[in-house]
């Protein structure tokens, strides 16, 4: 009987160490590569890595304010058509939270230069707060010895 045991047991052994056999397919973005790409450059780089231009970079938490907010999806469009035509330079982004949809303006990296922007808009848009959140980096103007 013991033999049976020990022959089943082996038996047993033998098929799930076949049944650990297969195929992995490995299905992924090719955006990934491209990723651990620019990041070991960076590592290579010590962190002075040249960016593309019109493509914005996320930098750290800044300011925007908020001109408008309200339920109505189209005020929030016409809304946003008046603080473009009178300050086209400047980005606008549209936030939903439900049931309201905000309308913020702006990338400032102090709380100063947007308590600028907001006493000069305070005329046209009565409800305004500044808000800190992640900022996409303002473009910075450089200066070179030919414009000196």
Do not use: C
Not at 70 to 88: H, L, T
Not at 111 to 137: C, Y
């Amino acid at each position: 009987m013991k033999i049976v045991y020990i022959f089943a047991f082996f038996l047993i052994l033998v098929k799930s160490s076949f049944a650990q056999r297969g195929e992995v397919t490995v299905v992924k973005d090719p955006l990934i590569d491209s990723l651990i790409a620019k990041r070991m450059e960076v590592y290579r780089t010590g962190g002075d890595v040249t960016l593309k231009t019109n493509k914005p970079v996320v930098s750290d938490y800044g300011y925007r304010v908020q001109v408008f907010y309200g339920s109505d999806r189209r005020e929030m469009f016409n809304q946003q058509a008046r603080f473009k035509s009178s300050y086209p330079k400047i980005n606008t982004y549209i936030v939903y939270k439900e049931p309201n949809y905000y309308l913020r303006v702006g990338d400032f990296r102090t709380r100063l230069e947007a308590q600028r922007l907001m006493s000069e808009l305070r005329a046209n848009f009565p409800t305004l707060f500044i808000f800190r959140e992640k900022i996409n980096a303002p473009t910075l103007e450089t200066t070179t010895d030919d414009q000196k």
